[in-house]
């Protein structure tokens, strides 16, 4: 992937930009290796954080929200990050849990209108912590949740999500298929990504508070932690200051490739992945996680609460896979040769590659948002590796 907007220029700055100035602070010099390594990323547009000691102590805005029109990426921009809104969604289901309002162990159809079942185990329950773990045997069709974004046209999905999750689980649902929407494999017996599990979870919310789900997250977490810039859908968001994705295309010399810039969208599974916000508010939640539940000193939710959070509850099935959080998210043996395993989570959708990782017992964590993906093993090294390893040791 090669960015060609008057790129020898731009390697030229950052190349002076290698030697340290003298005086240089260190957040300058984060800002420079940032703006040099998403160069060198081949990335469009870019926001990085770094907690440390349960602090925000930097954050940075880089390169182009549009392609097209030269805007820059500011403090303010908004980026969607896809998977990396499953901790938000999961934190929702956890504080409840933690106020006492559900147990975790239940069978979800103690919370629904509706009954979820595998058809292949229709006497074995699927429960939350199940759902949670990615444990549960439900399935993502793709032929199915694909064609429902709403890349063509752009904008919020038009479908409803309680309408939907039921339409998709329910015998005789419109997008009802058993082969493909549940596995062959019993509850609990194997670990499996599914997106449409944490859009049951949202369902679930929604269900027990009586609200909808932005409207619970928005009053139950985004206010209580600052979160002032966080938003589910399109239609809420009261100003136009959001990065646009990007379909990066891979080039050469001789045959170079603008990206493609793509129109905001949206899907009807969104509490897996539609959020819309800033490193500088996602920060909030990995405060919350090293500082054992605790907003500005105060308690928000309890400690122990955090820890169950963030254990691996079903080791002989998955020893790594906590509630959302994975300590093998990059499933790479050279990966975890340099990097310590730490409770991560990446996104990823149309022009969107995020990746938050956080560490309880240092109290420190990284988040990186952009708005287009690397093609190339460099540049996935250099997103994914060294910008997150820079986030974990600053200060």
Not at 159 to 182: D, H, I, M, T
């Amino acid at each position: 992937m090669l960015r060609k907007f008057a790129r020898p220029v731009f390697l030229f700055l950052f190349t002076m930009l290698l030697v340290p100035l003298k005086g240089q602070s260190d957040a300058q010099k984060l800002d420079e290796y940032f703006a040099r390594k998403m160069l060198k990323a081949d990335v469009i547009g870019l926001q990085a954080a770094s907690v440390s000691q349960g602090e925000l102590v930097w954050h940075g805005s880089f390169g182009l929200k549009e392609w097209q029109t030269g805007k820059e990426v500011n403090d303010s921009t908004l980026f969607q990050i896809a998977s990396c809104s499953k901790p938000v969604t999961s934190l929702g289901i956890m504080l409840l849990y933690d106020r006492g309002l559900l147990d975790l162990d239940a069978d979800v159809n103690s919370y629904l209108p509706y009954e979820i079942r595998n058809p292949h185990y229709p006497d074995q329950a699927i429960t939350l912590r199940m759902l949670l773990t990615h444990t549960s045997s439900l399935r993502d069709d793709w032929d199915t949740l694909y064609p429902l974004y709403t890349l063509p046209e752009g904008g919020d999905s038009p479908l409803e999500l309680s309408y939907f999750v039921r339409e998709y689980f329910e015998k005789e649902g419109a997008y009802y298929k058993p082969e493909k929407n549940f596995a062959r494999e019993q509850p609990k017996s194997s670990y499996a990504y599914c997106n449409m599990g944490y859009a049951t979870l949202g369902v679930i919310i929604e269900e027990i508070s009586g609200m909808s789900f932005p409207e619970f997250m928005r009053k139950e977490i985004f206010t209580p932690l600052g979160m002032y810039n966080s938003y589910w859908h399109l239609k809420d968001i009261p100003h136009d200051n959001i990065a646009r994705p990007h379909r990066m295309r891979p080039s050469t010399k001789k045959d170079p490739h603008d990206p493609e810039v793509l129109n905001h969208f949206g899907y009807p599974s969104y509490p897996d992945g539609q959020l819309r916000t800033t490193v500088q508010d996602y920060a909030q939640i990995v405060k919350l996680m090293v500082n054992s539940g605790r907003v500005n000193g105060e308690p928000f939710m309890k400690a122990s609460t955090i820890k169950e959070y963030l254990e691996v509850p079903f080791p002989e099935v998955d020893k790594h896979s906590a509630h959302c959080w994975n300590y093998n998210e990059f499933e790479s043996t050279l990966y975890y040769l340099l990097m310590p395993r730490l409770p991560s989570h990446t996104g990823a959708d149309p022009g969107i590659a995020t990746v938050v990782s956080i560490d309880p017992e240092n109290r420190r964590g990284g988040i990186i948002f952009s708005n287009s993906p690397t093609l190339t093993f460099g540049g996935q090294k250099i997103f994914y590796q060294e910008m997150m390893k820079k986030l974990l040791r600053v200060f």
